[in-house]
């Protein structure tokens, strides 16, 4: 972000990026108000929000960062609004934090005794990442870990994350770790040794985990260390003595096939386990297979995240057979893997077993219509209280519209469906748009993008849209929709016009295998009669089910 107003310079055409989209403006609300209702290292010292108290103040909280950013603007109207938008980010990211801080609503009798808790000597939580994102030496350790040293402190929780400690610091907090054995349940070590040298982070890594060797943790996190194998291993005291963790977090670690083996390895016990991330490694199927032992030990799992782990047809049938001892799982986020239509038929039989599950994410898995099919019929059997589903970018076209327009159809607590880039054309765009019409007052966001979508499936989509109260974003971007069509589709969100998102990446002239006539008026106009023909063979389609 430092460099953005450099790099606009550099450009003989003046982008402006300020102010944004009304649009832009409520995605922000939406994802202040996930960040606000999500378990969090805050949330579980100040309390969760309720989502209606979240929704409030995210609201409140972009208002005032707005209005902070335009006033900035205005000052610069000649600038490219970079920094606006910088400003804009800042202030809503610290007005987020106070929220946090400040915890949910309570009545006046229970403030007293809350504040008392929270700033007098049954402070629990110890957090270093609200600071600078620096280097921490021995002497500043010394300074900042002071209040882990008080006699009778109640710390229970602790965060590092975000500071990089050296050989030294080290060496401070280690013995002050030790001491607090009996009493830590949460640690974070997230992203605590950026910039070391191998064997400088390795010597720090086996600190930290002899200091912490007993403890009787039920929340650790490791994320953002590179730990490879080696990394895992140095960590393997810690590892090791774990008896009743429940949420587990190893998120870009550089988690190879050697280092998940040695992770399955080294945590003796998983059963009590709700909450295991692996997201963005380069695990690849062997390592999935070494991941597969500890999901299959798992069975009181609630959140299973290997999302972007390089994984193919091999290891997603593994984790797939693994989840079926997970009958408790509520959240599955299997996105951006190689499984194919092998694994996604795998899966399948899997999620028959899931009736649970409140969020899905298979989203760039290669399942292709195949896959889909099997997975999209499991999980209308098997999810009824489904809340979000994503399949985008599975090449699923036309042939899979109908079963999977079954399964929309029968989730009738949908808050989210992702479906872009597909290739469902109107036919499917019109399927989903009848399965959303009835029983989904609930929906608040549907995302056809990148489908080959033309006029008839764009405006079935902005109708279904139209006569839900609580929707909040409709993306159609990148389909093949003229000017003259998303006219038609903004007069029909006229009375909610900020529902609809970004337009800018339609293309009028795209072509298909359908649509690909040619180029001279005559052909153009033959294009039209079919494009005509096809709205009305399309209205009384009707969404089958498959046995």
């Not at 010292?45 to 950013?69: D, P, R, S, V, W």
């Not at 400040?102 to 007098?120: M, Q």
């Not at 028959?352 to 019929?377: F, P």
Request: with cysteine.
């Amino acid at each position: 972000m430092e460099t953005m107003g450099q790099t606009f310079q550099s450009h003989t055409i003046s982008v402006k990026l300020w102010p944004p989209s009304q649009s832009t403006r409520l995605m922000l609300v939406e994802r202040m108000t996930k960040n606000l209702t999500t378990p969090s290292i805050f949330s579980r010292k100040y309390g969760l929000l309720t989502l209606e108290e979240a929704g409030e103040n995210a609201k409140h909280i972009e208002e005032i960062a707005f209005a902070t950013a335009n006033d900035h603007y205005e000052k610069e109207p000649d600038g490219d609004g970079s920094s606006a938008v910088q400003l804009y980010a800042k202030e809503s990211s610290k007005l987020m934090l106070e929220v946090l801080k400040r915890g949910p609503r309570v009545v006046e009798d229970e403030e007293a005794v809350i504040s008392k808790e929270v700033n007098g000597t049954y402070e629990t939580i110890f957090d270093l990442s609200g600071g600078r994102r620096d280097f921490i030496d021995a002497k500043e350790a010394e300074e900042l870990l002071k209040p882990l040293r008080a006699p009778g402190n109640s710390y229970s929780k602790i965060c590092f994350s975000n500071r990089s400690f050296g050989l030294d610091a080290a060496q401070v907090v280690g013995p002050i770790l030790s001491s607090l054995k009996s009493q830590l349940k949460e640690v974070d070590l997230s992203d605590f040794i950026a910039g070391q040298p191998e064997a400088e982070a390795l010597d720090v890594m086996n600190i930290f985990s002899t200091a912490l060797e007993g403890c009787d943790l039920r929340y650790l996190n490791l994320s953002d260390n590179a730990l490879g194998e080696k990394g895992v291993r140095a960590f393997g005291s810690l590892l090791s003595s774990q008896k009743n963790l429940e949420e587990l977090y190893l998120m870009n670690d550089g988690i190879s096939e050697q280092a998940a083996q040695a992770a399955s390895e080294l945590i003796p016990s998983t059963e009590k386990l709700k909450v295991l991330h692996f997201h963005n490694n380069m695990t690849g199927d062997d390592g999935a297979l070494a991941i597969s032992k500890i999901v299959k030990s798992s069975p009181t799992l609630e959140d299973f995240r290997c999302s972007s782990t390089r994984i193919g047809s091999e290891g997603g049938i593994a984790l797939a057979e693994s989840l079926g001892v997970c009958s408790h799982l509520r959240k599955l986020d299997l996105r951006d893997n190689m499984f194919g239509v092998v694994a996604g038929n795998a899966l399948s039989k899997t999620l028959n077993g899931l009736a649970n599950l409140t969020e899905v994410y298979l989203s760039y898995l290669n399942l292709e219509d195949e896959g889909a099919r099997a997975v999209t019929i499991a999980l209308k059997e098997s999810a009824p209280s489904l809340e979000i589903l994503e399949m985008a970018g599975n090449e699923i076209t036309v042939e899979a519209a109908s079963v999977l327009a079954a399964c929309v159809d029968s989730k009738q607590f949908l808050t989210k469906l992702n479906l872009s880039e597909n290739e469902l054309k109107d036919e499917g765009a019109v399927l989903i748009a009848k399965a959303l019409e009835e029983g989904h007052g609930r929906l608040s966001e549907v995302d056809l993008s990148t489908n080959k979508i033309r006029r008839l499936g764009a405006l079935h989509l902005a109708e279904v849209v139209a006569k839900t109260p609580e929707f909040k974003v409709l993306n159609i971007d990148g389909n093949f929709l003229s000017d003259e069509v998303i006219d038609e589709v903004k007069d029909i969100l006229k009375a909610s016009p900020n529902v609809l998102g970004p337009l800018d990446e339609n293309d009028p002239e795209g072509e298909d295998d359908e649509y690909a006539k040619g180029e001279d008026e005559e052909e153009t106009e033959e294009t039209a009669e079919n494009e005509n023909g096809l709205e009305s063979q399309l209205k009384d389609l009707k969404i089958k089910e498959e046995d």
